[in-house]
């Protein structure tokens, strides 16, 4: 028994991890990645059925903002489509994570003070966002320098 318990002690400290838990950022990634991929292509096919039950005066007013600006809801959706596919092809993944965090904290507040209904899906979205960051926080580690310097 004491044989094991050397022979455990002297492996390597960087050895993968064993059993599912090695799979979850992969899988995390492809869910995000799927959530983004479908919902900004959604916003240019209208795949999705609208939802049936009618949305705030304030949720009206934001979304139709955003379209009358002719810009900004194009580009939301082309990020998200954009993001859906790098995280999917398992791409420029840090990236992704950085694009797609404004929109995330945007959709958690549109329907925290707009539209409560349908929050699942954002909130769903801001786990993965979180878990994934943290996964690949080494990579997040030199935009988070105080006082960065030129090269």
């Not at 707009?114 to 801001?126: H, R, S, Y």
């Amino acid at each position: 028994m004491e044989l094991q318990s050397t022979a455990n002690a002297n492996e390597p400290a960087s050895r993968e991890k064993k059993g599912f838990a090695r799979h979850l950022p992969a899988v995390a990634r492809i869910l995000l990645g799927l959530v983004f991929f479908v919902f900004g292509l959604n916003g240019f096919l209208h795949f999705i059925p609208e939802p049936k039950t009618p949305m705030s005066e304030g949720a009206m007013a934001f979304a139709g903002g955003l379209m009358k600006t002719g810009y900004m809801f194009p580009l939301i959706m082309g990020t998200q489509l954009l993001v859906g596919v790098l995280l999917l092809l398992n791409r420029f993944v840090p990236l992704a994570l950085a694009l797609i965090a404004p929109v995330i904290v945007n959709i958690i507040a549109f329907h925290i003070f707009l539209q409560p209904a349908g929050i699942a899906p954002g909130a769903v979205a801001l786990v993965l966002e979180l878990y994934l960051a943290w996964a690949y926080r080494k990579s997040f580690c030199p935009m988070l320098v105080m006082r960065a310097k030129p090269d």
